[in-house]
Every structure is written in C-alpha cells, then in structure tokens.
C-alpha cells in the first residue's frame, strides 16, 4: 500500500503512572509497542510520528501530547493503552472512539485485535470524557490493548508483542483502504 496519510502514534501515560501487573507496566508496553507499530505502518507507507513524555506528570503528559498532535496535524491518532482491574478475570482489548471517522477506526482496529485479545462484551466504546479524543483536532481512537492484571492478557502482551502491533496496524490499513 502506497500512502501519504500521516498517524501520530500516542504512548498512553508517563513512566510508572498507568496500569501495572504481571511484572508489566503500560507505559513499557505501550513504549514498544509504538516502536513495532511505527516500523510496520512505515512499511505500509504511512508516515508515522511518536508522542511520548515519559517523565512527565500524566496531566503534563497529556496536555503537551494533546498540544503536539495538534500541532503535527496527522490524518489520525492512535492512542495506546493497557487496563488493569481488581477482577483478575477482567480481559480483552477494546478501542474507544467520539468522532463518526473515529467509531469507523474503531471498529477496523478491534476487529483484528480483539481475535487475539477477546473477552470485553463491548470491543468498540464511545468515550466522551477522553481528552486525547475531545481536545484533539484530528479524528482518535484509544486502544485498550487488554488487561495488565489478568495473566492471558498480560502474556500475550509479554511474549506476542508483534503480534498485538500486526493487528492494529492491519486495522489501521484496513481503515485507510476502505
């Protein structure tokens, strides 16, 4: 695929600030992740910047990553994140959307990632109170790549790492191509 759409990629919260379990911490696996991710939507021919803060306050996180991907002006931003919950049976990804563009990514991301990451009775989620979703220009979605405190989740985001970054960037070329 041949394109010039440009994605900003969003490492979800600073260091040790989001979700933790299983020895896994978001930011680590999101901070990866975004590596996997950009290398194989730069394949595909997109052009791909990174926003992370990662010693930052969450709110000063956010507030200049909202600020960037303003400025950037990309044709989409994707947000990663992982969960954590105090139900260790709580699992699976989802992909929060607010705009029409953003519910149609949505749907593109979790249909791949949510095969490998199943478990969330709802895979798409509207979210209005979503910062990264409300304060930014471009369409957004926010990807819960599954449960930090549930083991099957947290394995595959410790050993299949590449595999969670296939599934969203063939989403992502999904969304592009249709």
Known sequence: MSTDKHIV??????????????????HEVCAELAVLLKRLLVLRGFTVSVIDYPEQSNAMDLNRTVAACNALQ????????CDCSANEAAQGAHVCYLSRKGLT????????????????AESVVPRANLAILRRTHAPAVLVE??????????????????????????????????
């Open 9 to 26: 990629l969003d490492v979800g919260h600073a260091n040790g600030t989001g979700a933790c379990g299983h020895g896994l911490e978001e």
């Open 145 to 178: 790549c599954g449960f930090l405190s549930n083991a099957a989740d947290a394995a595959m985001l410790r050993d299949n790492l590449p595999g969670v970054a296939a599934a969203i960037s063939q989403g992502i070329t999904d969304y592009f191509e249709n």
């Open 74 to 81: 990309p044709d989409f931003i994707v947000s990663l994140h």
């Open 105 to 120: 990514m949505a749907r593109c991301i979790a249909g791949r990632l949510c095969e490998l990451l199943p478990g969330r």
